[in-house]
């Protein structure tokens, strides 16, 4: 229960001027003023960001999940040119970057970086040996150091007061590289989707905060103490102070939700506040839900979020989801990684994901494979080159 106090001046009552009086309560009783104030938005910064997107909003946090999930499970394929490569000390490392992490962990984190900083950072480190391993730098840790003339040369990476520079590319020990989501405003920062829907995020999270006050006052909005006397009489100084007290403590919290309100004559309770109905809040919630849904690529079905769906079927989402938004993140992903590690190993290597081996796509494949199998036009070594596959070896004569 909400109470706004204030005491109004009647309306036949001369205006003093520099006269010492003693205040008094009119029989005008006491409103409780609503006045909406400038929107307040979540600050863009990555703790915040993930903070209040990944770590507190369900749906940010869901879409993250698959994202990330559903990009790391697809498997490696590594070409040296027309040639498929199966055992390379490079799947190896990709396997198992690091001594805390497999490949499907490094690259959920990897994923998840990008998509709520925008931005993310993989070093290699190579010990005596040739043992190599990968690591990811927290993007909130690490900034672009610059030349002269703008062009970024290294990473400044800090963990607590300790600070080390890292140059881009690989040197002597290893070496790190950026990858980034495009950004129409900074040179060498990436833009993150969850910053995107930022607006969305912040209404959503307020609304789940609202009903959770509302239900902890038991559901009832804030209201006004109306004082209406028949006599025309006026409240003194300490009535109104004990009626105000005792309203504060005993009716106002969580604990205290749900009490009657004794009234004396006179006194009326005028609720203020616009109910759940009228401010339609749900609405409101699941209309933010599904911008979130709209900025990550996420169709809102996947999601569980009501209203108008596009796809005719969860099958159907589901192929989107993977052809629109996990293929294109991954493709990009693994062409960073080729550029950047490929040199390591002394070789032309080139990365590829097997995307006949993901589950979502295999009613496109099977249609593939159908359409192929009667293309009477093509043989067999065009067929197997049209989905991938190396021509059959040939048996000497």
């Excluded at 005993?250 to 604990?255: I, M, P, T, V």
């Excluded at 999601?303 to 989402?317: R, S, V």
């Excluded at 052809?323 to 590829?352: D, H, I, K, M, Y």
């Excluded at 093509?378 to 021509?391: M, S």
């Amino acid at each position: 229960m909400g109470l706004n106090w204030f005491r109004p001046r009647a309306g036949n009552e001369p205006a003093r001027v520099e006269e010492p009086r003693v205040e008094r309560k009119s029989a005008g009783g006491f409103v409780a003023l609503h006045q909406a104030g400038e929107a307040r938005w979540a600050r863009r910064d990555y703790a915040t960001l993930a903070r209040e997107g990944f770590m507190r909003n369900p749906v940010a946090h869901r879409a993250v999940r698959m994202i990330a999930e559903s990009a790391s499970a697809i498997p490696w394929l590594l070409y040296d040119g027309a040639a498929e490569i199966e055992t390379h000390p490079f799947l190896a490392l990709l396997g198992r970057p690091n001594a805390r992490q497999s490949g499907p962990s490094f690259m959920e984190a990897l994923y998840g970086h990008l998509l709520i900083s925008g931005n993310a950072y993989p070093e290699l480190i190579e010990t005596e040996g040739a043992a190599r391993e990968l690591h990811l730098l927290r993007p909130d840790r690490v900034s672009v150091a610059t030349d002269s003339h703008g062009w970024p040369v290294a990473l400044e990476h800090r963990e607590g007061r300790a600070k080390r520079r890292v140059a881009f590319g690989i040197g002597a020990g290893g070496g790190v590289a950026q990858l980034t989501l495009f950004h129409p405003l900074d040179d060498h920062a990436g833009f993150p989707p969850l910053e995107a829907a930022l607006m969305a995020l912040d209404t959503h999270n307020a609304a789940s905060r609202w009903n959770k006050a509302l239900l902890d006052n038991s559901a009832r909005p804030s209201g006004a103490l109306v004082y209406a006397p028949k006599d025309g009489g006026n409240l003194s100084d300490d009535q109104f102070d004990r009626l105000k007290g005792e309203l504060e403590e005993g009716y106002q919290g969580a604990q205290r939700a749900g009490r009657p309100l004794l009234l004396e004559g006179g006194l009326d309770w005028k609720p203020m506040g616009l109910t759940p109905k009228d401010m339609d809040f749900m609405e409101a919630r699941n209309g933010a839900a599904r911008d979130i849904a709209l900025a990550f690529g996420v169709p809102p079905m996947l999601l569980g979020i009501p209203g108008d769906n596009t796809y005719a079927n969860y099958q159907e989402a589901n192929r989107a989801f993977f052809r629109l938004t996990v293929q294109p993140l991954a493709n990009r992903v693994a062409r960073e990684l080729s550029c950047w590690l490929a040199p390591v190993f002394g070789e032309r290597l080139r990365l590829e994901l097997d995307f006949d081996r993901v589950d979502g796509l295999a009613a496109e494949r099977d249609a593939l494979w159908a359409r192929l199998e009667a293309a009477s036009f093509l043989d067999e070594d065009e067929k197997r080159q049209a989905v991938g596959y190396a021509p059959r070896p040939r048996e000497p004569a």
